[in-house]
């Protein structure tokens, strides 16, 4: 057989029209556009609308989008899925309750045994709506309180942290989620987007695609890392033992959370938006210390290693600021990147084929069978 490279590096499997990467230029288009002005003028309802549709929402299609995705219709769990959550032992994580929870939202699905186009658009508005109540649902039930329902009135971010603290959040809160949504919602085919595609090529539905999304996004080396990052943050403890830590860390060949990709060769162009809100959401609640952290972390392992953030690297930051619990932010990526795993389901089911590589052979061949006595 022909060579092969390790991890599918470089490796091209298909066309899309979803999203680009310039890894050198370090620039990130959906549908052509750069998610630098999409976070800067489009709310992540219409993000998702792009990423689903291929153009931006006008007026008419931009409102009945928001009120199918804020409905209380769309965005309620049932309550048999919350008595099955009440039944899950307190310690299980937010990503396996995602994971079973997402799973078992399929049950309750009208749309389920249907596959075209129209019905698997209905599942997603539905997936994309109810996930954020299942995260929330799960982060109130483990601490002993009864989930909050949703407010149809508060778009996808603001209704999501309403919903975890019972709260309405502020501004700077609600923003810094939405702009996180829109930064985490798609990212070509990265390792949980093809697992998504994999799944979405045998024909099979958008629920157990997103199952597939969901088990590859919680590994530590793709979407679980913003949860690491926060983990080394709390080991450092303060700004001025930043240096000598990760220089050690360094020294001992470590991984380091938060830093390198597979395709960027310069910072990741999300890593900036996500340090700005880090930094102003840290100084608003008086924990500036974390992106100090942070900052310096990213200078010694630039110039060590030549390795730039990505996009983990300041999310956890901004969200440890705003309280969410560390391991909650795998789920919050999930929340995002559900979107896209959506528009490529949607992608692949409408110019299918079967994705199915080939290995390169390296054990025996020809090996005769042995009686299990003689073994
Ligand atoms: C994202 C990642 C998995 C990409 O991996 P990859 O393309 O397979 O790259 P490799 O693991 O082969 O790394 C290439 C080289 O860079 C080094 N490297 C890459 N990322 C590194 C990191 N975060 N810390 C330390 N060294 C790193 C590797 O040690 C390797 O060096 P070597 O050639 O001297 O052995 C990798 O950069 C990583 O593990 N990062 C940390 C986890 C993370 O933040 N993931 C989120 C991604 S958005």
């Not at 987007?193 to 045998?202: D, E, K, L, P």
């Amino acid at each position: 057989m022909g060579s092969f490279k390790e991890g599918l590096e470089d490796v091209v499997v298909s066309t899309s029209e979803i999203c680009f990467i310039d890894g050198r230029e370090g620039r990130l288009l959906y549908r052509g556009y750069d998610v630098d002005d999409l976070v800067q003028h489009a709310p992540f309802e219409e993000v998702v609308y792009l990423l689903w549709h291929g153009a931006l929402p006008n007026l008419k299609e931009r409102d009945a989008h928001v009120k199918a995705l804020s409905s209380t219709a769309n965005r309620r769990l049932h309550p048999k899925l919350i008595a099955m959550l009440r039944q899950l032992p307190k310690k299980t994580t937010p990503m396996e309750v995602l994971r079973t929870g997402v799973s078992a939202l399929s049950a309750f699905d009208p749309d389920a045994a249907d596959n075209s186009r129209e019905a698997t658009v209905r599942k997603a508005i539905r997936i994309t709506a109810q996930m954020p109540t299942l995260v929330a649902a799960w982060e109130r039930l483990r601490r002993g309180k009864p989930p909050v329902a949703p407010n149809p009135k508060l778009g996808l971010a603001a209704n999501f942290l309403y919903m975890l603290t019972g709260k309405k959040p502020t501004d700077l809160a609600a923003k810094t989620v939405d702009v996180a949504l829109t930064l985490h919602a798609d990212h070509e085919f990265n390792a949980s987007t093809f697992a998504a595609r994999v799944t979405a090529a045998t024909l099979s539905d958008i629920h157990s695609a997103i199952v597939s999304g969901i088990g590859a996004l919680k590994g530590p080396l793709h979407g679980g890392a913003n949860e690491q990052v926060m983990l080394m943050v709390e080991q450092i403890k303060t700004p001025e033992r930043a240096e000598a830590w990760i220089k050690k860390a360094l020294a001992d060949k470590a991984r380091v959370m938060g830093f390198g990709h597979r395709v960027y060769r310069v910072e990741d162009p999300r890593a900036k938006h996500l340090r700005r809100l880090a930094t102003e959401l840290g100084q608003q609640a008086g924990k500036p210390h974390y992106v100090e952290i942070l900052n310096t972390v990213a200078r010694v392992v630039s110039e060590e290693k030549k390795i730039y953030p990505n996009v983990d690297l300041y999310s956890g930051a901004a969200y440890a600021a705003m309280g969410i619990p560390t391991d909650q932010f795998t789920p919050i990526f999930a929340i995002s990147r559900v979107v896209g795993w959506a528009a490529h389901v949607l992608e692949q089911h409408a110019h299918n084929r079967l994705i199915r590589p080939r290995a390169e052979y390296t054990g025996p061949t020809r090996k005769t069978y042995v009686p299990i006595d003689q073994r």
